[in-house]
């Protein structure tokens, strides 16, 4: 078919049709130009000869547009193709959106479908528009888009019929904003902005024919937004249908919150509001309607909803009341006086006008008077006149209407007032959901406003469709060529214009006696003339009014009085007065009361007896009218949605039988002409409706593009050559800047083509491939004929061998056999005889040891008794020993702390202490003189280095000029090569000869020269370029250091100030216990109770200094700061053991001296590790130590460390001078490295003949043990060996201890001395006139300042027996946690444990459990829990920090059951980690906060791993292209980014790689990595199959065959790990058997059968969504039968089980339960090392 003959035989037309509206015929004729007829053959096989009148049938789209998800994208666009494509989607493919250009074309299943979960939204938020399929969430999506990305308000433009699902829409919509949005601030506002929604729905809608939940009212919410987040709303109504509340149609119900009341009636705070069953009010029985839902249940949901706007109870039940009041008020009977019907009354004892008064507490007789009479005021005079009995139903009617309409009011401003923000908002959606347009038999008022104001939304619509087609020709610079469209504007002027319908009303209204039929006829007068305007043929009071969408016939009965909305001011007045708060709230703004409707006449008695007259009130002249109040709503709406962006939905109403899933042509054609969704369409046709991107028309119609035409990679050229060669009229198509417009039918004729070339290309490869089929067959058939020769004579052969064979058997088994019958007698015999033998031995032996055991249970009975008696004996004998070694020890320390107090109160022990000091800062000046010296060495030998490479590099360059010689050389040679070769060519006399033969002997040897020179200038060149080399990296390393140190000094600087601070607060104290000694010298050595008092008072002084506790000065209570340091034995103290210091009774001035050591350890330890880690760092930059010893050679030493400063200037100078000062510290202490090593040989050396002679030592108590043990067999003198050795053991513990401490303190006390003289040697000298650089030098010593202090290094565990464990004070808990939690770097302290923080902590409950202090240990794990909580709450998006401590978590959980009093957990347990278990701790609640905690953490690495993954699943799983070549075969007009993917599946496997190494380096148990794991991959098969199954392109053979590729690399990645059987394989098979679907063939019934049989994980939901949203290859696949995809829906649901999957989307956010197994620790406790990283020197290890 040619591009010119569209309408050739095959072609495909719609024909009009009565029934169908639109029917598809084929063409069996070629049209030719001037036909009359075009011949057609139907869907039934007829024949038809279709008339061509003026234009010929619409053409059909091609195969693979059909079912489209935008009609714009159709290559031929009119009405059958829309309305086609819509059915399609609709009853094959289930899809109830479709997009029209800029419109969502919405439909209304009747059906309640499971795409509107919280998953559904979060998988489209973030989306682009044509990334997913057409959806209300994805128009949301771009609206709250472009409002974040430019600032602008948007509008969503909701309209239909209705019934077509406008209300759900809406709230749809809004529950997207709320959920993508968030709130800001007010975390309820979500809610209630929800929750305003029932609640218009309650008093906002109604039942009626066309719809259950029908909406009387049109409503604009204004969502406000402020930093993309949610701030509030507003409601705006617009034209309430009041008339409902008195009247209600067959079949319909009036507003369903009279409905709620009445079923709630039993409700005890409803009681006294006099309701009943709805059925039995005038105002809800008259449309005979049975209930559908629970009225019940949605009260209590109005009633929440009300709770969550802020309406308090009383005013919801006094509201109610008011409601009430309304029902009671139709009740009231209204009777006439006479036939004529000139009066009425009502009777007193009327039930119904009681409660009314009641419940609104007004007067009986007042209501009753001006229900039945009106007041007319004239110029002075006023009457009562008497009403009819219908007067009087109107009037009682009127109010009711009046009072629902200012309840209505008083709900939307109680609404706008809980959902508006007092901060306001920046940016704002608006949802308008309105009434569609409407065409009855009737019309009334009603309807001409509602189609009024669909008028007004209609220009508002064509000029944005008008813009935004004008804009994209613009930015692709198409030539524009104005496109006209209906232009309604004629139609709007006759309404509202200058004598418009409008005006002609009110201007009636106004009038006295106006009436429907006198503005009838100035409506025919002043308009007859117009186009948009007739008069009906019928005589009557019509008029019609030609809408965009149609005709309309209004009748003119009823717009006068609807117009001015007459109601009773006398009754309204009552109402004004009445009790209730509400009711006067709701009419103290109504300030336009009306008169009754038959006020204006003049008939009735005259009350002060004066004619009557016409009068009319000011109040009614004043009012404005119904439609006026509606014009200047709907002006001030249009100009708020011309303020936004408007963002259309287009509400369809399948059928009017409200079946699910019926789509009627008809009734869905009128709407589509009513809404404008065949306007845009009509635009859209009228240029050029189908636009592609060049890369997108490449990689369809790369079949159809030449190797000519191939133009490089400039793809933009090639599509233009090729399109100029396959469609040679350029009108037919334009190239844009990035885009190819073509005009309608133009995309189906490049279907056309690209199907016949590939067509012809299927039939060449079929042609090829059944000949090498044919030649395949052949060739094995003649070798199976080869084959069964060769066999069949193989056959034979055997037969005669086999029968040869089976003879020689024969022989040999009959000799076999006898023999072998023979020897099994004999062993029978045998055995039989050798039973008999055992048997008979076997009785001898039991009688023998029955014997033995007898006589040695007597002999073990006798050895207990005397074992017993000897044990009682030696206990008692022990016992008193004991008592007596108890009472003689506590003597002693007594009068030990008794030498010791006297001791303490002299003076001169502090001065012995202090001794020494002076001579220490004189050897630190010597030290600083020879480091200087050493400094000076080292920069001579730099100086030596430098002069070196200068002297290497000046030899280098001369041979490089050697170099430059030899290719001097090289040229001299070719020349002479040059006179050989011309010699030789001219002479040929010998002596020639010679001469040539000796030049060439010396070419050679210039060549080899040659080759030996090149090879050494490239050995020079290298050995250059690495001195370079190595000079760059000694530069940069330098600049590195450098920086180290700079930072370092600016540490150091401020660890000096607040030494200088802690020094300060020392010296006060030191002055205080200065002052103590002073009184307590003067006072004798008896307290008195005011000296203990003063003595308490200065002991609480000094706790405060210190973190040790304080205690009084009696016996019982006395006890040193060290005490808590002791080491602990396992079991328990002997009861006459001494206390550890030496008694009780310690003086207070002992006390304060301790306290005042451990406050120096404090300040002193943080310098001594600053020394450590400079001196760490020293031998790497000793090359950048030249600068600070040049400093030192120009400064004065003394002066540098402050013995020359005045006090003025110290502090400045120290902080100037600090870092220096310490550099020098550290100098004069490296320089005793190699004295130290030297000793430290020594003592190891000596050492290891200690421990040779203990071993000799050792084996000689183990003999002597055994040999008593052999020989006596005394367990009395065994034990008393075993307890004399524990007490060793234990008393050279103390030992060492006291010796450590005494070192320690006195280091402390050199230092402080040192600080001191620092401080107050420049005032001295200053004061004593003497230069400090007079002083002579001090010999230097080889201890004291060069020890460093044990806990600076790795805590090794002590020789000998170890019990595992860390002793700590309660008050040391901040530091542990601060130290193992808060500041643990894993990176810090390389090689050492992943786990460390958990077993250190387990250390220190091991130390609280020893000392049976639970409170302590219960602390501890609370402060590390809280601890691990907040280190989460600062880290919570660093995977690598989550997985540390959710495996440390773990490890100590595994630790207090492996250490626990659980036997099953401690059964693997070695002999040394069965001595480490706990002994009176019960931690089972702290094991299960530990488990909650791990369980939170398992949690966060899953939520922290899925904020990684989510971005990357989609775009790696599906969008990515691992296997080249299947984009030309994805289907046409698909939305492909162009983009490059942002992640692929390489991307993703590396980031999985990356999960699962941190989590095995971390030491987390590889069953929780595996738990992980599968989590993961179920995050990334439900994310992938949730985008599937949204994506109608994207569910097609190709990305079938791409799906399960990517499958089986995620699969082969876990074998590669390890990880297959972990449970994560599992997780992928929903997605394997989606791949799978899409790849399987999709006919007959065979194939439902195997669908079933495979789709065994997917939901039958799932697997039917991915049927209808298949999208076959153009002209390779048919589309999935409707017929087929039943069949394989019922099947599927027969085979389902009982609670089987149901649901459309996965749940991702879903998390299985974690399972934390139990993994016993192979750690032994006691061979634990602890980096020296870890600041743990507070701590003592046991």
Same mark, same amino acid.
């Given at each position: 078919?040619?591009?010119?003959?569209?309408?050739?035989?095959?072609?495909?037309?719609?024909?009009?049709?009565?029934?169908?509206?639109?029917?598809?015929?084929?063409?069996?004729?070629?049209?030719?130009?001037?036909?009359?007829?075009?011949?057609?053959?139907?869907?039934?096989?007829?024949?038809?000869?279709?008339?061509?009148?003026?234009?010929?049938?619409?053409?059909?789209?091609?195969?693979?547009?059909?079912?489209?998800?935008?009609?714009?994208?159709?290559?031929?666009?009119?009405?059958?193709?829309?309305?086609?494509?819509?059915?399609?989607?609709?009853?094959?493919?289930?899809?109830?959106?479709?997009?029209?250009?800029?419109?969502?074309?919405?439909?209304?299943?009747?059906?309640?479908?499971?795409?509107?979960?919280?998953?559904?939204?979060?998988?489209?938020?973030?989306?682009?528009?044509?990334?997913?399929?057409?959806?209300?969430?994805?128009?949301?999506?771009?609206?709250?888009?472009?409002?974040?990305?430019?600032?602008?308000?948007?509008?969503?433009?909701?309209?239909?019929?209705?019934?077509?699902?406008?209300?759900? =829409?809406?709230?749809?919509?809004?529950?997207?904003?709320?959920?993508?949005?968030?709130?800001?601030?007010?975390?309820?506002?979500?809610?209630?902005?929800?929750?305003?929604?029932?609640?218009?729905?309650?008093?906002?809608?109604?039942?009626?024919?066309?719809?259950?939940?029908?909406?009387?009212?049109?409503?604009?919410?204004?969502?406000?937004?402020?930093?993309?987040?949610?701030?509030?709303?507003?409601?705006?109504?617009?034209?309430?249908?009041?008339?409902?509340?008195?009247?209600?149609?067959?079949?319909?119900?009036?507003?369903?919150?009279?409905?709620?009341?009445?079923?709630?009636?039993?409700?005890?705070?409803?009681?006294?509001?006099?309701?009943?069953?709805?059925?039995?009010?005038?105002?809800?029985?008259?449309?005979?309607?049975?209930?559908?839902?629970?009225?019940?249940?949605?009260?209590?949901?109005?009633?929440?909803?009300?709770?969550?706007?802020?309406?308090?109870?009383? %005013?919801?039940?006094?509201?109610?009341?008011?409601?009430?009041?309304?029902?009671?008020?139709?009740?009231?009977?209204?009777?006439?006086?006479?036939?004529?019907?000139?009066?009425?009354?009502?009777?007193?004892?009327?039930?119904?006008?009681?409660?009314?008064?009641?419940?609104?507490?007004?007067?009986?007789?007042?209501?009753?008077?001006?229900?039945?009479?009106?007041?007319?005021?004239?110029?002075?005079?006023?009457?009562?006149?008497?009403?009819?009995?219908?007067?009087?139903?109107?009037?009682?009617?009127?109010?009711?209407?009046?009072?629902?309409?200012?309840?209505?009011?008083?709900?939307?401003?109680?609404?706008?007032?809980?959902?508006?923000?007092?901060?306001?908002?920046?940016?704002?959606?608006?949802?308008?959901?309105?009434?569609?347009?409407?065409?009855?038999?009737?019309?009334?008022?009603?309807?001409?406003?509602?189609?009024?104001?669909?008028?007004?939304?209609?220009?508002?619509?064509?000029?944005?469709?008008?813009?935004?087609?004008?804009?994209?020709?613009?930015?692709?610079?198409?030539?524009?060529?104005?496109?006209?469209?209906?232009?309604?504007?004629?139609?709007?002027?006759?309404?509202?214009?200058?004598?418009?319908?409008?005006?002609?009303?009110?201007?009636?209204?106004?009038?006295?006696?106006?009436?429907?039929?006198?503005?009838?006829?100035?409506?025919?007068?002043?308009?007859?003339?117009?186009?948009?305007?007739?008069?009906?043929?019928?005589?009557?009071?019509?008029?019609?009014?030609?809408?965009?969408?149609?005709?309309?016939? !209004?009748?003119?009965?009823?717009?006068?009085?609807?117009?001015?909305?007459?109601?009773?001011?006398?009754?309204?007045?009552?109402?004004?007065?009445?009790?209730?708060?509400?009711?006067?709230?709701?009419?103290?703004?109504?300030?336009?009361?009306?008169?009754?409707?038959?006020?204006?006449?003049?008939?009735?008695?005259?009350?002060?007896?004066?004619?009557?007259?016409?009068?009319?009130?000011?109040?009614?002249?004043?009012?404005?009218?119904?439609?006026?109040?509606?014009?200047?709503?709907?002006?001030?709406?249009?100009?708020?949605?011309?303020?936004?962006?408007?963002?259309?939905?287009?509400?369809?109403?399948?059928?009017?039988?409200?079946?699910?899933?019926?789509?009627?042509?008809?009734?869905?054609?009128?709407?589509?002409?009513?809404?404008?969704?065949?306007?845009?369409?009509?635009? =859209?046709?009228?240029? !050029?409706?189908?636009?592609?991107?060049?890369?997108?028309?490449?990689?369809?119609?790369?079949?159809?593009?030449?190797?000519?035409?191939?133009?490089?990679?400039?793809?933009?050229?090639?599509?233009?050559?090729?399109?100029?060669?396959?469609?040679? %009229?350029?009108?037919? !198509?334009?190239?844009?800047?990035?885009?190819?417009?073509?005009?309608?039918?133009?995309?189906?004729?490049?279907?056309?083509?690209?199907?016949?070339?590939?067509?012809?290309?299927?039939?060449?490869?079929?042609?090829?491939?059944?000949?090498?089929?044919?030649?395949?067959?052949?060739?094995?058939?003649?070798?199976?004929?080869?084959?069964?020769?060769?066999?069949?004579?193989?056959?034979?052969?055997?037969?005669?061998?086999?029968?040869?064979?089976?003879?020689?058997?024969?022989?040999?088994?009959?000799?076999?056999?006898?023999?072998?019958?023979?020897?099994?007698?004999?062993?029978?015999?045998?055995?039989?005889?050798?039973?008999?033998?055992?048997?008979?031995?076997?009785?001898?032996?039991?009688?023998?040891?029955?014997?033995?055991?007898?006589?040695?249970?007597?002999?073990?009975?006798?050895?207990?008794?005397?074992?017993?008696?000897?044990?009682?004996?030696?206990?008692?004998?022990?016992?008193?020993?004991?008592?007596?070694?108890?009472?003689?020890?506590?003597?002693?320390?007594?009068?030990?702390?008794?030498?010791?107090?006297?001791?303490?109160?002299?003076?001169?022990?502090?001065?012995?202490?202090?001794?020494?000091?002076?001579?220490?800062?004189?050897?630190?000046?010597?030290?600083?003189?020879?480091?200087?010296?050493?400094?000076?060495?080292?920069?001579?030998?730099?100086?030596?280095?430098?002069?070196?490479?200068?002297?290497?590099?000046?030899?280098?360059?001369?041979?490089?000029?050697?170099?430059?010689?030899?290719?001097?050389?090289?040229?001299?040679?070719?020349?002479?090569?040059?006179?050989?070769?011309?010699?030789?060519?001219? =002479?040929?006399?010998?002596?020639?000869?010679?001469?040539?033969?000796?030049?060439?002997?010396?070419?050679?040897?210039?060549?080899?020269?040659?080759?030996?020179?090149?090879?050494?200038?490239?050995?020079?060149?290298?050995?250059?370029?690495?001195?370079?080399?190595?000079?760059?990296?000694?530069?940069?390393?330098?600049?590195?250091?450098?920086?180290?140190?700079?930072?370092?000094?600016?540490?150091?600087?401020?660890?000096?100030?607040?030494?200088?601070?802690?020094?300060?607060?020392?010296?006060?104290?030191?002055?205080?216990?200065?002052?103590?000694?002073?009184?307590?010298?003067?006072?004798?050595?008896?307290?008195?109770?005011?000296?203990?008092?003063?003595?308490?008072?200065?002991?609480?002084?000094?706790?405060?200094?210190?973190?040790?506790?304080?205690?009084?000065?009696?016996?019982?209570?006395?006890?040193?700061?060290?005490?808590?340091?002791?080491?602990?034995?396992?079991?328990?103290?002997?009861?006459?053991?001494?206390?550890?210091?030496?008694?009780?009774?310690?003086?207070?001035?002992?006390?304060?001296?301790?306290?005042?050591?451990?406050?120096?350890?404090?300040?002193?330890?943080?310098?001594?590790?600053?020394?450590?880690?400079?001196?760490?760092?020293?031998?790497?930059?000793?090359?950048?130590?030249?600068?600070?010893?040049?400093?030192?050679?120009?400064?004065?030493?003394?002066?540098?460390?402050?013995?020359?400063?005045?006090?003025?200037?110290?502090?400045? %100078?120290?902080?100037?001078?600090?870092?220096?000062?310490?550099?020098?510290?550290?100098?004069?202490?490296?320089?005793?490295?190699?004295?130290?090593?030297?000793?430290?040989?020594?003592?190891?050396?000596?050492?290891?003949?200690?421990?040779?002679?203990?071993?000799?030592?050792?084996?000689?108590?183990?003999?002597?043990?055994? %040999?008593?043990?052999?020989?006596?067999?005394?367990?009395?003198?065994?034990?008393?060996?075993?307890?004399?050795?524990?007490?060793?053991?234990?008393?050279?513990?103390?030992?060492?201890?006291?010796?450590?401490?005494?070192?320690?303190?006195?280091?402390?006390?050199?230092?402080?001395?040192?600080?001191?003289?620092?401080?107050?040697?420049?005032?001295?000298?200053?004061?004593?006139?003497?230069?400090?650089?007079?002083?002579?030098?001090?010999?230097?010593?080889?201890?004291?300042?060069?020890?460093?202090?044990?806990?600076?290094?790795?805590?090794?565990?002590?020789?000998?027996?170890?019990?595992?464990?860390?002793?700590?004070?309660?008050?040391?808990?901040?530091?542990?946690?601060?130290?193992?939690?808060?500041?643990?770097?894993?990176? =810090?302290?390389?090689?050492?444990?992943?786990?460390?923080?958990?077993?250190?902590?387990?250390?220190?409950?091991?130390?609280?459990?020893?000392?049976?202090?639970?409170?302590?240990?219960?602390?501890?794990?609370?402060?590390?829990?809280?601890?691990?909580?907040?280190?989460?709450?600062?880290?919570?998006?660093?995977?690598?920090?989550?997985?540390?401590?959710?495996?440390?978590?773990?490890?100590?959980?595994?630790?207090?059951?492996?250490?626990?009093?659980?036997?099953?957990?401690?059964?693997?347990?070695?002999?040394?980690?069965?001595?480490?278990?706990?002994?009176?701790?019960?931690?089972?609640?702290?094991?299960?906060?530990?488990?909650?905690?791990?369980?939170?953490?398992?949690?966060?690495?899953?939520?922290?791993?899925?904020?990684?993954?989510?971005?990357?699943?989609?775009?790696?799983?599906?969008?990515?292209?691992?296997?080249?070549?299947?984009?030309?075969?994805?289907?046409?007009?698909?939305?492909?980014?162009?983009?490059?993917?942002?992640?692929?599946?390489?991307?993703?496997?590396?980031?999985?790689?990356?999960?699962?190494?941190?989590?095995?380096?971390?030491?987390?148990?590889?069953?929780?990595?595996?738990?992980?794991?599968?989590?993961?991959?179920?995050?990334?098969?439900?994310?992938?199959?949730?985008?599937?199954?949204?994506?109608?392109?994207?569910?097609?053979?190709?990305?079938?065959?791409?799906?399960?590729?990517?499958?089986?690399?995620?699969?082969?990645?876990?074998?590669?790990?390890?990880?297959?059987?972990?449970?994560?394989?599992?997780?992928?098979?929903?997605?394997?058997?989606?791949?799978?679907?899409?790849?399987?063939?999709?006919?007959?019934?065979?194939?439902?059968?195997?669908?079933?049989?495979?789709?065994?994980?997917?939901?039958?939901?799932?697997?039917?969504?991915?049927?209808?949203?298949?999208?076959?290859?153009?002209?390779?696949?048919?589309?999935?039968?409707?017929?087929?995809?039943?069949?394989?829906?019922?099947?599927?649901?027969?085979?389902?089980?009982?609670?089987?999957?149901?649901?459309?989307?996965?749940?991702?956010?879903?998390?299985?339960?974690?399972?934390?197994?139990?993994?016993?620790?192979?750690?032994?406790?006691?061979?634990?090392?602890?980096?020296?990283?870890?600041?743990?020197?507070?701590?003592?290890?046991?």
């Amino acid at each position: 078919m040619a591009a010119g003959q569209p309408y050739g035989q095959g072609a495909r037309v719609w024909i009009p049709d009565c029934v169908q509206v639109w029917r598809v015929a084929e063409i069996t004729r070629d049209y030719e130009e001037g036909d009359a007829v075009l011949h057609l053959c139907l869907e039934d096989g007829s024949m038809l000869a279709y008339p061509i009148e003026s234009q010929l049938p619409p053409l059909c789209n091609p195969e693979c547009l059909s079912g489209k998800d935008d009609l714009v994208a159709l290559s031929y666009l009119h009405e059958p193709a829309v309305l086609h494509s819509l059915r399609v989607r609709f009853l094959e493919a289930n899809a109830i959106y479709t997009y029209c250009g800029i419109i969502l074309v919405a439909i209304n299943p009747y059906k309640p479908l499971p795409i509107y979960e919280e998953e559904v939204i979060y998988a489209y938020s973030g989306r682009e528009m044509g990334d997913m399929d057409p959806h209300i969430f994805a128009l949301a999506e771009e609206a709250y888009k472009q409002m974040v990305r430019f600032g602008k308000n948007q509008s969503l433009i909701i309209s239909g019929e209705s019934g077509a699902g406008k209300t759900a =829409s809406a709230k749809y919509a809004m529950r997207y904003f709320t959920a993508v949005g968030g709130c800001l601030g007010d975390s309820s506002m979500e809610e209630k902005v929800l929750a305003s929604s029932p609640v218009m729905e309650a008093f906002g809608n109604a039942k009626t024919t066309r719809n259950d939940n029908s909406s009387r009212f049109g409503k604009y919410i204004e969502i406000g937004f402020s930093q993309a987040r949610v701030t509030g709303a507003t409601i705006k109504t617009y034209l309430l249908e009041k008339s409902r509340v008195t009247f209600q149609a067959r079949a319909e119900r009036n507003y369903h919150i009279f409905y709620q009341l009445c079923a709630s009636a039993a409700l005890s705070e409803l009681q006294g509001l006099g309701l009943r069953g709805a059925e039995t009010f005038h105002y809800t029985c008259q449309g005979r309607c049975t209930a559908g839902t629970d009225d019940a249940a949605d009260l209590d949901s109005t009633r929440h909803a009300f709770s969550l706007l802020g309406v308090p109870e009383a %005013d919801q039940l006094e509201l109610f009341s008011v409601l009430a009041a309304i029902l009671h008020l139709g009740d009231i009977a209204i009777r006439g006086r006479d036939r004529h019907g000139d009066g009425c009354f009502v009777e007193s004892a009327d039930e119904a006008l009681g409660q009314f008064c009641t419940l609104l507490g007004i007067e009986e007789a007042q209501v009753t008077r001006w229900l039945c009479h009106r007041k007319l005021v004239t110029a002075g005079e006023t009457y009562l006149k008497p009403l009819s009995r219908q007067q009087a139903l109107d009037s009682r009617d009127a109010l009711a209407k009046h009072m629902y309409g200012q309840v209505f009011k008083w709900m939307v401003s109680r609404v706008n007032r809980a959902l508006r923000s007092p901060e306001g908002h920046h940016t704002s959606i608006g949802i308008l959901d309105i009434y569609g347009f409407e065409m009855f038999e009737f019309n009334s008022f009603e309807q001409f406003c509602i189609n009024y104001a669909n008028e007004k939304l209609q220009q508002l619509f064509n000029l944005h469709v008008f813009k935004l087609e004008q804009e994209d020709y613009v930015t692709e610079e198409i030539p524009w060529v104005f496109v006209d469209f209906c232009d309604n504007q004629p139609c709007i002027e006759l309404i509202e214009g200058r004598l418009g319908i409008l005006d002609l009303l009110n201007e009636e209204c106004k009038m006295p006696q106006g009436s429907d039929g006198s503005w009838a006829q100035k409506l025919y007068q002043t308009h007859l003339g117009s186009s948009h305007f007739q008069k009906p043929k019928r005589p009557m009071d019509a008029f019609i009014v030609c809408h965009f969408a149609g005709k309309v016939e !209004y009748q003119c009965s009823g717009f006068v009085e609807k117009n001015r909305d007459t109601i009773p001011e006398e009754l309204v007045g009552l109402l004004r007065a009445s009790k209730s708060a509400l009711l006067a709230e709701l009419f103290l703004e109504d300030g336009y009361g009306a008169v009754s409707l038959q006020s204006r006449r003049s008939s009735g008695p005259w009350l002060p007896g004066r004619p009557s007259r016409r009068s009319l009130p000011s109040s009614q002249r004043s009012k404005k009218s119904i439609s006026s109040q509606f014009r200047a709503s709907l002006n001030r709406l249009m100009e708020m949605l011309g303020s936004t962006t408007p963002h259309y939905i287009r509400c369809i109403k399948p059928n009017d039988r409200k079946l699910p899933f019926v789509f009627d042509s008809r009734r869905v054609v009128e709407q589509l002409r009513a809404c404008g969704v065949l306007e845009t369409i009509r635009i =859209s046709a009228a240029g !050029y409706p189908s636009r592609w991107t060049y890369q997108e028309f490449f990689d369809r119609y790369r079949a159809l593009v030449s190797r000519e035409e191939l133009v490089g990679a400039d793809v933009k050229q090639s599509c233009s050559l090729a399109l100029g060669r396959l469609l040679q %009229d350029p009108s037919k !198509y334009q190239c844009g800047k990035s885009k190819v417009f073509f005009r309608a039918g133009q995309v189906a004729y490049l279907e056309e083509l690209r199907y016949r070339r590939l067509r012809a290309a299927c039939t060449l490869l079929q042609r090829h491939l059944r000949g090498w089929l044919a030649r395949r067959r052949f060739g094995r058939v003649r070798a199976a004929v080869l084959c069964l020769q060769r066999h069949a004579r193989g056959l034979l052969a055997r037969r005669l061998t086999a029968m040869l064979r089976r003879s020689r058997a024969a022989v040999v088994l009959q000799k076999t056999v006898r023999m072998v019958l023979a020897r099994r007698s004999y062993l029978r015999t045998h055995r039989a005889a050798v039973t008999i033998q055992a048997f008979a031995r076997g009785m001898f032996a039991r009688r023998l040891y029955q014997q033995m055991v007898r006589h040695q249970k007597a002999v073990v009975i006798q050895a207990a008794v005397r074992g017993w008696l000897a044990r009682s004996r030696y206990a008692r004998l022990r016992g008193a020993v004991l008592y007596l070694q108890c009472c003689y020890r506590r003597a002693r320390a007594r009068r030990e702390l008794r030498r010791l107090r006297a001791e303490a109160r002299s003076v001169e022990h502090y001065k012995q202490l202090h001794k020494g000091m002076e001579i220490k800062v004189m050897q630190l000046q010597c030290r600083l003189d020879e480091q200087a010296q050493e400094k000076q060495r080292l920069a001579e030998q730099l100086s030596a280095l430098n002069t070196a490479h200068a002297e290497e590099v000046q030899r280098l360059r001369a041979e490089m000029q050697g170099l430059r010689e030899d290719a001097a050389r090289d040229a001299q040679v070719q020349q002479l090569q040059e006179r050989l070769a011309e010699l030789e060519r001219h =002479s040929a006399e010998s002596r020639l000869a010679q001469e040539v033969e000796e030049l060439r002997q010396r070419l050679a040897e210039v060549e080899a020269m040659k080759l030996h020179l090149g090879e050494e200038r490239d050995a020079l060149i290298q050995r250059t370029l690495e001195q370079s080399q190595d000079l760059e990296e000694q530069h940069q390393r330098a600049a590195r250091e450098s920086r180290g140190l700079q930072q370092e000094l600016e540490e150091e600087r401020a660890r000096y100030q607040s030494l200088v601070k802690e020094y300060a607060r020392l010296e006060q104290g030191y002055e205080n216990l200065r002052d103590e000694v002073a009184f307590h010298r003067q006072s004798t050595f008896r307290r008195s109770p005011s000296s203990e008092s003063f003595l308490g008072s200065e002991s609480s002084y000094l706790s405060s200094m210190s973190t040790a506790p304080s205690r009084d000065g009696s016996d019982q209570q006395a006890e040193g700061p060290e005490e808590r340091w002791q080491p602990v034995p396992e079991g328990p103290q002997p009861a006459g053991e001494p206390l550890p210091n030496g008694g009780a009774g310690q003086d207070p001035l002992e006390q304060a001296y301790l306290l005042l050591l451990g406050q120096l350890n404090a300040v002193t330890e943080e310098l001594a590790r600053t020394r450590e880690e400079l001196r760490r760092s020293k031998a790497s930059a000793e090359h950048e130590e030249k600068k600070p010893l040049d400093f030192l050679k120009r400064r004065n030493i003394a002066g540098m460390l402050g013995l020359g400063r005045s006090p003025e200037k110290a502090a400045d %100078d120290d902080l100037k001078h600090a870092y220096d000062a310490v550099q020098v510290a550290n100098k004069l202490l490296a320089s005793q490295l190699q004295e130290e090593k030297q000793q430290h040989e020594e003592e190891v050396e000596g050492l290891h003949l200690d421990i040779r002679s203990l071993k000799q030592l050792s084996q000689q108590q183990a003999a002597l043990i055994q %040999d008593l043990q052999r020989h006596q067999g005394q367990e009395g003198l065994q034990h008393h060996v075993v307890r004399l050795k524990e007490e060793n053991w234990e008393l050279a513990q103390k030992l060492e201890k006291q010796e450590r401490t005494t070192m320690k303190l006195q280091k402390q006390l050199r230092a402080y001395a040192k600080q001191i003289q620092d401080f107050t040697g420049p005032l001295a000298q200053d004061t004593a006139g003497c230069d400090p650089c007079s002083s002579p030098p001090v010999k230097r010593e080889t201890t004291g300042l060069g020890q460093e202090p044990a806990a600076s290094q790795a805590v090794p565990p002590p020789p000998g027996l170890s019990q595992a464990m860390l002793a700590w004070r309660m008050e040391d808990e901040g530091r542990i946690i601060k130290a193992i939690i808060t500041d643990y770097r894993p990176q =810090s302290s390389p090689g050492a444990l992943p786990e460390l923080p958990a077993f250190l902590l387990f250390l220190c409950l091991r130390h609280a459990d020893h000392c049976r202090d639970e409170p302590r240990a219960r602390s501890l794990l609370d402060a590390a829990i809280n601890a691990i909580k907040r280190v989460m709450k600062k880290h919570s998006d660093d995977f690598e920090v989550v997985a540390l401590w959710l495996a440390n978590t773990c490890q100590l959980l595994n630790c207090l059951r492996q250490y626990g009093r659980d036997e099953s957990c401690s059964q693997g347990n070695t002999a040394r980690q069965s001595a480490h278990r706990l002994q009176h701790l019960d931690l089972q609640s702290a094991g299960r906060s530990l488990g909650a905690l791990a369980v939170q953490l398992y949690q966060q690495l899953i939520r922290t791993a899925e904020k990684r993954l989510k971005p990357m699943i989609v775009s790696a799983m599906l969008e990515s292209e691992t296997i080249q070549g299947l984009a030309s075969s994805y289907p046409p007009g698909l939305h492909r980014p162009s983009a490059p993917v942002a992640h692929t599946l390489p991307e993703l496997l590396q980031q999985l790689g990356s999960f699962h190494q941190v989590l095995g380096r971390h030491g987390l148990a590889p069953a929780v990595g595996h738990q992980v794991l599968r989590q993961l991959l179920f995050l990334v098969s439900g994310t992938t199959l949730n985008y599937l199954l949204l994506r109608k392109d994207a569910c097609s053979w190709s990305r079938g065959i791409q799906l399960r590729y990517n499958i089986s690399q995620l699969e082969q990645w876990l074998r590669a790990q390890g990880l297959q059987h972990s449970g994560a394989h599992e997780m992928l098979e929903p997605l394997v058997q989606a791949a799978q679907l899409l790849q399987v063939k999709k006919a007959t019934e065979e194939d439902a059968g195997a669908i079933c049989s495979l789709c065994t994980v997917l939901s039958p939901q799932q697997v039917v969504k991915i049927l209808r949203a298949y999208t076959p290859a153009a002209g390779l696949e048919e589309r999935v039968s409707p017929g087929f995809i039943s069949t394989v829906e019922r099947r599927l649901q027969e085979q389902q089980q009982e609670g089987g999957p149901s649901q459309l989307l996965v749940d991702t956010s879903h998390l299985f339960p974690v399972n934390l197994p139990f993994v016993a620790s192979t750690v032994h406790l006691d061979e634990l090392r602890i980096p020296d990283t870890i600041d743990l020197a507070f701590l003592v290890r046991l």
